[in-house]
Every structure is written in C-alpha cells, then in structure tokens.
C-alpha cells in the first residue's frame, strides 16, 4: 500500500504530474424536492491516480454517495450535477448517455451498499455477471459463463460452477457482496467505486470482505474509490482519504498523515469516535447531529459542534487551504494541535 | 447528467389508513380533475332531480311524424324509433340509472361493511370464515354471478340492483376490513376496550368515524362499477325492462335501429355512461390524494 | 409445486360444488316450477293438474332436494349435464356448440389486451413526461370508465356501419378459414379488450414506475447496459409479477362482458345461450353453463397462480 503512496508523493516533489485516472473539480450537486432547490454537494474536488486506493470518508448526509453515483451519472431524477468530473483525458459531466454507456461497467465499475437490492432477484447471479462481459468484451455465452464461474472462484465463492445458477436470494448478505464485488470486477475496470461495501454486513463478515477486497487489490492495478465512515477500513485499505462533511471537503491527506495528525477538527472528532480494540479508552461521539441539507449553518458547517470554534468561524464560508500535499478547510488549522490516532 | 430511468425523488405522505385530516374538501376540489368531476356530477344529479318539473321534458310523448328523425332546434338529439325526444329520454334515464346504482352501492354497503367491521375488530376464527365466503364471492366474474342472481329472482330492475349489489359487496368487506385490522391496535381503541366500552360502541364510536376516508373513496368506485353493470344488465334485457328508460335500455332499443337511426341515438347515452363513470373514478382519485395518500396512478 | 396445485385444485372443487349447489337450491325459489318451465316464455300451456303431477314424476321432481342434486352431480362428473327443457337437446352438447364461439372471442382478447397493454404502460411509465404518455393516462381513464358491449355498439356503428370494413353480426368457425374466422371475431374481440387493456396498461405502468425506482435498475443502468435491455429484462421481468396477477382478475372480467359483447354481435356463445336459458327458465342449461363458467374460472386461477410462481423464483422453490 504505501509503495504506491511514495511513489506518486515522490512524483509530486518531483514536479512531474501524471495524469490522474480520475478528477473531480469543483462538483456541485443540487436536489430539486416540493418545489424547492437544495445543494447537497458543494464545490468537491478531489483526485485519484493510477493504482491509488482513496477513502472518500463521512457520515451520512455527506454527500459522499451523492458524489460517487454522479461520476457514472447515476443521480436520482431531481439531481443534477454541474463541474468538472474527468476520467483521463475525457470529460464525463454531461456526457451523452450512449458514451457513458462505454465507461459504465468496463472501465469504471461500482459496488453498492446493500448487495440484497442491488441484484436483480428475478435473474441467476451467473447471467447477471455473464451479461456485463457479453455486452462490454464481446464473449459469447459459452466463454462469458465461464469468465462468471472465474469470477465466483475469485471472490471465494464455495461451487462456483453450481451457484451460478442461483438466484440472489439464495445467498447470505456476505456471499452476495462477494458476488457483487466479482460482477464489479468483471471488465477489469480501471476505477472501482465501493460505496460502503460493508456496512449493511455482520461484523465478522465485513472484516473478510475487507480482505478480500485488500487481496484483489494487491493482485491488480484497479484504482478504489471507497466510500466509508470507518476508519478502520480506511486504515486497512486506503493510500489517501477525502474527508466530508455537510457536502464539502473538509480535509485530504494521505492516510498515514492523517492518521498521525488530522489538521480538521472533524477529522480529529470521526478518530476519537472510532472504537478501538488495542486500546482501553471509551470512543467519544461528537457532540450535537448533523444538520439536515435545509438547516446547514452560517460560516463553517462544523462550527456548532466543534470544540475549537471562534467567532470568526461563524460568519463567512470558509474555503480550502493547500499545505505540503493536503488540503483542509479549516481557519485555525495552524494553531490547532489535532489528536491523531497514534 | 440525469438519467431518465433513474429513481424519482418522490414526496410521500403517508397518514393512518382511514382518517379524513380536516380541509379535505379543499384539498380535493383543489385538483383540476376531481374539481370538475364533483361539479359535473353535481349538474347531473341537480338535472335529474329536476327533470319532472320541467315543461316540455317528456320521456314519453310518442310523436309519429318524428320517427328516427336526426337532431333539430329543441330536440338536440333528434328522436327515437317511436317518435320520443331523446333528450328527455335520456335525462329520465339518468334518474333510473343513477337511483339503480345508488341503491346497489347501499346494498352493498349494507352488506360488507358491518360484517367487514365485526371480521376486522374480532379478528380470529369469525374472520377467517367471513374472508373465505368473500373470497369465494369475488372469484367470480362479476357479470357472471349478478346474471345468476337475476336468473334467480327474475329479471327487473329490484334483482338486477339487489344482484350488483351482492358483487359489489366483497370490495366494501375488504377495504373496510382492512381498515378495522389496522385500526384495532391503535391506544385508543385499546383505551376505551379497558375502560369497559361494549365491542358495538366501539366498533360504532371509535373504528366506524376513523374509515371515512376508504369508504368515501370505495363509494364513488363502486357508483362507477354498478353504473357499468346495470347498463350492461339492462342492455341484455335483465336489468330495467323496456319501455323504462335507463341508459342501458335504451342502448338496446338502439341496437335494433343502427343503421337507420340518427347517430346520437346509439351516441348518447354511451357518451353519458362514460362520462359519469370517468366522472366517479377521478373523484375517486382525488379523494384518495385529498385524504393524503399519493399513489402512482 | 405439486402440493400447490392439488390445493388449489381442491378448492377450485369446492367452490364449484357450492355454486351449483346454491344454483340448484335457488332456483325452485324463483317460483318456476322446473317442469312447467318447458312452456317457454311467452307460450301459455294449460296443463292439468294430473298432466303436472305426471310430467314432474317424470322428471323425478317430486323426490327429496338431496337426491336429486346428488343425481345431477353424478351425472355430471360423467360428462351428462341434462336436457334442455325447452328444446330436447342434450345440454352438453349445446355448450360444446357454444363453447368454440366463446372461447375464439376470449382468446383473442387476451390476446390483444396483453400486446396492447403492456407496451403502452411501459412507455407511460419509461417516459413519464411525454406527450404520448399524457395521451395514454387520458386515454386509459377514458377506456376504463367504457363498459365493453358500449365499445362494441361503436366499433359496429364505426367500422362496420360507416366504414364497412368488418361484419357486424354472426360467427364463422375455423373450420371455414382463417381470415373469415378472424373478421368474425375481430370486432367483438377487440371490444372486449380495450377497457380491459386500459385498465391493464395503467397497472403495468404503475408496476413499471415502481421497479424503476429500485436499486437494481440502477445497478444495471451502472453496469453500463443499453436501456432497451435495462427495460426489457431487468425492469419488466419483475414488473410482470403484479401484472400477471391482475391479468387473472382481468380474465374474470372479460368472460363476463363477454355476455353483453355476444348480444351485440349476435354471437351464438355461451352468454347468449346462457340468456336464453334464462328467459325461457330452462334450468338444466342454466346449470350447466353456470358449472363450465365456475370450471374455466377455477382453471383460469390456477394458470395464474402457476405462472406467478415461473416468474417469481422466490415462490417456486415452495
């Protein structure tokens, strides 16, 4: 994991850029609801390059869904999305539905929340995986079911070549999430998108689905852009994190960094809440809710539950700062001296 | 970006299953539809209550001269094959067909829901039999089992109402079933059962006053079903005997003159029939928007 | 599966056996004695009391309620439903006659219902915001609130009558050709299945806009999948699942308006010898019309039930 992280920090320093796999700059998502017009994305930019695995980390009410569906234009009716989403050198915002088409599945790919839903109960789980590589490679019946049965034994499916005749509900919420990972993986996609994979599973389950997502990582090249609230899978998998909240960005850094000193006092807030098993000392929620999408309050969106708020923090929006290579938006970020989770 | 088969970001409000929130009225005649829909019935029943008191509106003046004559100045829809003025008949009709179906809608009514009440407030086995019987009833084709009635008790106009009364029937049993299921949990049902309150003050006082809604909705569905049976029973010559003008007898006696009779003999009163029926069916759609229930109608 | 069906079978049975028992029971109540009702409406016999007496010894109606349903029903099962009163002839094979007529009319509603109702509901549902879909709710309310012997008289009076295009009266069977069979019931096929395709197609488009909602619409629309197949196999493979299940009530209802539809066209089927038998109080015809319409009807549910069960693989494993 950190192999990679060095080298794309290391070609940072080095003023070489490569172009990144995807970047998102300055999206804004906004829902039309009973006649009134809320943005429930502001202004989010953030990167991701080759071979990168970046946590895109919030609670819900985020917008970190929200910013996912939009980069394969998913949204809900009602939404629409304005800026700049690219993947390489193409523009996907606004694109036409036939070329989105092209990219959807094949070179970018997505693994939902909640693996019951999001397969078809009426189709086997083998024809659901079968007809993405049919349509996107070209196979035929023949070689796509057998790329399907692959594809079960990859993901640790026990009698792959039976249960591809089996239909979504015959699997258990882990197993399914497994399938679900495999018809993600299907086309080899560039970028997979994990919206938080293994939330709606039992413990014990989202710690395997965490590894075999770890495994298939190290096996291939894929970028992951996985969407969370748990610190601890980004800990496990991820080389950098996008933090939100209230539908903007409110710090990025790379994993370690953060880990080790968070500059927003959110950040520091979602550490201290994160159960830890090494260690003896109780979780602390933060203090107060999350506003909903109507009620966001004026200056900084943390403000009312932050312990380090000042006046000034109340007044105006406050904007994203770069330092070194993160970003954070936080006025007082300088002063502050954050807990990590060291 | 959207996608046009992407999810609707849809608003639901959903309340308890039979109350009528106050200001329905307003809500209801707020919806372009069911607005004109109300006030179209009104002119339709306000026609046929006043239709002996106006001069000139004789079902049954019999004017030979005029036989199948064509529409004219003072007899809009020309004349039958008798010479009668179908206007006039056709507004008389509208008296017998809206009284058949109204009385068929009250036997139905008088049918399903107290025994619907009693099978959703007791519940167990008394349910269990009356949902079986009901069940039977409405597997049947509803044209079907209102024939064999009338078969039974002759045709005419009483069988033909008490027969679309029985079929109708089963719809009142469920909805108000239903609704009495759901309602029998709720704390103040449990609260005046504590307090000693007897099954039928309770079921009269309490559950009954809560299913307003459904039923209201139910009565304008079911004025729409039995106005379709009737004219189609009176159609085949068992509902309403001719010379009796209801809409579906007169669509018989129009059969038998197609092609020599003035369109609007055939036309009106199927004009009618559809109008009153799509009339009843969109009131019934913004009774249940105005009771707060969005459907994807 | 098999359970399934012998259940369902099984009370298929007793609802028929309860109908012509109430059918049986109820019509002595009309008043008609069964054995002066072979004077036909209209005729006025004179029969003396002995002539009576005597021709209800014959036809065994002076022997206890029980026997003579039990004989009837054993009769029955045995393919032997009686002679009509009126005519002499065997009331099984005046429905074997009808039955062709009836079932030619139903089929092809069916068949026309289905084809039109379900593209139309799907299109409403995929393009909710088109004209056309507009047009299709309108025109939906419209055929919905039309009873289906009123859109005979105007398909007779259009395109019969002012067009020419088809007949307006009277069956040709098969046997005589394909193409005269189908003008024969072209017409009152097509009245039957216009309100029934109307009310169809609503719910279809109400079952479709549902299943749009769901997750796994939008998994397949992210996998990258052409919308024809996003609609076609993954949207309307789970939307038919309700649909299917109102089709059985719509099956229901197109027997029934068949009656009416039968009279307007002048079509010797089983709703005009059901008529028939009841103007002249031939009972025996009655009866069995009355146990075929029951059989078809039970039959036609458990065809429904079945294919629910195709469709809805959770369902098939029970």
């Known amino acids: ?342 | 970006m959207t996608t046009p088969l992407s999810p609707a970001a849809g608003t639901h409000v959903e309340l308890a299953p039979g109350r009528a929130p106050a200001g329905f009225v307003s809500r209801l005649l707020a919806q372009p539809g069911p607005a004109v829909s109300a006030v179209f019935l009104a002119c339709v029943l306000a026609m046929a209550l006043v239709a002996p008191f106006i001069p000139g509106l004789d079902p049954n003046e019999v004017s030979l001269s005029n036989v199948l004559e064509g529409p004219s100045w003072g007899h809009w829809l020309g004349y039958d094959n008798i010479g009668r003025d179908i206007v006039s008949r056709l507004v008389f009709a509208s008296r017998v067909s809206l009284t058949a179906a109204a009385v068929a809608m009250l036997v139905a009514l008088a049918i399903g829901l107290p025994l619907g009440l009693v099978s959703g407030y007791f519940a167990g086995r008394l349910d269990l039999a009356l949902s079986r019987v009901f069940d039977a009833l409405i597997a049947f084709p509803p044209l079907v089992l209102a024939i064999v009635v009338v078969a039974v008790l002759r045709p005419g106009i009483v069988p033909a109402m008490i027969a679309i009364g029985i079929i109708n029937a089963p719809t009142f049993y469920r909805v108000v079933r239903s609704a009495a299921l759901d309602l029998r949990s709720e704390t103040y049902i449990e609260a005046a059962r504590v307090a000693g309150a007897s099954s039928t003050r309770i079921m009269l006082r309490h559950v009954l006053p809560n299913i307003r809604a459904v039923l209201l909705v139910q009565i304008a569905l079911t004025m729409s079903s039995a106005i379709i049976v009737e004219a189609s029973l009176s159609f085949i010559g068992l509902g309403v005997q001719l010379p009796q003008a209801s809409w579906g007898s007169m669509l018989r006696q129009a059969t038998s003159y197609m092609g020599s009779a003035p369109l609007t003999f055939v036309l009106s009163p199927i004009v009618t029939i559809v109008a009153v029926v799509l009339a009843f069916n969109t009131l019934s759609d913004g009774l249940r928007g105005a009771f707060g229930r969005r459907d994807t109608r | 599966m098999i359970t399934f069906i012998v259940r369902r079978a099984a009370t298929g049975l007793l609802v028929a056996l309860m109908v012509s028992l109430a059918v049986f029971a109820l019509a002595p109540l009309a008043g008609e004695d069964p054995s002066q009702s072979g004077a036909g409406a209209g005729q006025v016999l004179r029969l003396s009391k002995e002539e009576v007496d005597a021709s209800r010894r014959r036809l065994g109606l002076d022997r206890p309620f029980f026997v003579r349903y039990g004989d009837w029903l054993s009769n029955a099962v045995q393919g032997n439903l009686g002679t009509s009163l009126f005519r002499g002839q065997k009331v099984s094979d005046a429905i074997a006659d009808a039955l062709p007529v009836t079932a030619s009319i139903a089929a092809l509603a069916l068949v026309l219902t289905v084809s039109i109702a379900v593209p139309l509901g799907v299109f409403a549902a995929v393009y909710p915001a088109s004209v056309v879909s507009r047009g299709i709710l309108a025109a939906t309310a419209i055929g919905i609130a039309s009873p289906s012997f009123a859109v005979g008289l105007l398909l007779v009076q259009v395109v019969s009558l002012e067009l020419g295009w088809l007949p307006a009266v009277g069956f040709k069977p098969l046997g005589s050709g394909l193409a005269p069979w189908l003008k024969s019931i072209l017409l009152p096929s097509a009245a039957l299945a216009i309100p029934a395709a109307a009310a169809l197609a609503r719910f279809a488009r109400a079952a479709m806009l549902e299943v749009l909602q769901r997750d796994y619409v939008r998994t397949a629309i992210g996998k990258g999948l052409p919308r024809s197949t996003v609609i076609w196999k993954h949207a309307l493979k789970n939307a038919l699942v309700p649909v299917v299940t109102v089709l059985g009530l719509e099956i229901r209802i197109l027997l029934g308006g068949s009656v009416a539809v039968e009279a307007v066209f002048a079509l010797p089927g089983l709703g005009s010898l059901a008529l028939k038998s009841i103007l002249e109080g031939d009972y025996p015809m009655l009866l069995g019309i009355v146990m075929i319409a029951v059989t078809v009807v039970v039959v036609v549910n458990m065809l429904v039930d079945m294919s629910y069960a195709l469709l809805n693989p959770k369902i098939r494993v029970l």
């Not at chain 1, 036939?98 to 078809?120: F, T, V």
């Not at chain 1, 249960?163 to 990972?181: A, E, T």
């Open chain 1, 1 to 342: 994991m950190s192999s990679r992280a060095d080298a794309s920090a290391l070609e940072e320093t080095n003023g070489t850029r490569p172009l990144p796999l995807l970047a998102v700059s300055g999206l804004s998502i906004d829902i039309a609801m009973a006649g009134r017009t809320t943005r429930v994305v502001d202004d989010v930019s953030f990167e991701i390059h080759d071979g990168e695995a970046v946590a895109l980390v919030g609670e819900s009410g985020s917008g970190k869904t929200m910013t996912a569906l939009s980069i394969l234009g998913l949204l809900p009716r009602g939404a629409t999305a304005s800026g700049s989403i690219r993947f390489r050198e193409q523009q996907l915002a606004g694109l036409p539905e036939s070329s989105l088409n092209r990219i959807r599945g094949k070179s970018i790919a997505i693994i939902y929340q909640e693996p019951m839903s999001s397969l078809n109960p009426a189709l086997t789980v083998g024809e659901q995986i079968a007809e993405t590589v049919r349509h996107h490679l070209g196979l035929g019946r023949g070689a796509a079911k057998e790329r399907a049965v692959e594809l079960l034994a990859m993901v640790g499916i026990p009698e792959p070549a039976a249960r591809i005749h089996d239909y979504p509900h015959m699997f258990s919420g882990g197993m399914l999430q497994r399938v679900g990972i495999a018809m993600a993986l299907s086309c080899e996609p560039a970028l997979l998108i994990a919206d938080e994979p293994t939330t709606a599973l039992d413990a014990t389950v989202q710690a395997q689905v965490l590894e075999l997502l770890a495994s298939l990582r190290d096996k291939s090249r894929t970028s992951l852009l996985f969407l969370t609230h748990d610190f601890g899978a980004v800990a496990a998998l991820c080389d950098r994190a996008v933090v939100m909240y209230c539908g903007e960005v409110v710090e990025v850094a790379s994993a370690e960094a953060l880990f080790d000193r968070p500059l927003h006092p959110y950040t520091e807030g979602l550490l201290g809440a994160m159960a830890r098993l090494d260690r003896n000392t109780e979780p602390i929620p933060i203090k107060g809710t999350v506003p909903l999408h109507a009620d966001f309050p004026e200056g900084c969106h943390f403000h009312p539950r932050c312990s380090y708020v000042v006046p000034a923090c109340t007044i105006a929006p406050i904007a994203e700062i770069a330092v070194a290579s993160r970003r954070v938006r936080c006025r007082r970020f300088r002063e502050l001296n954050l807990k990590g989770s060291a």
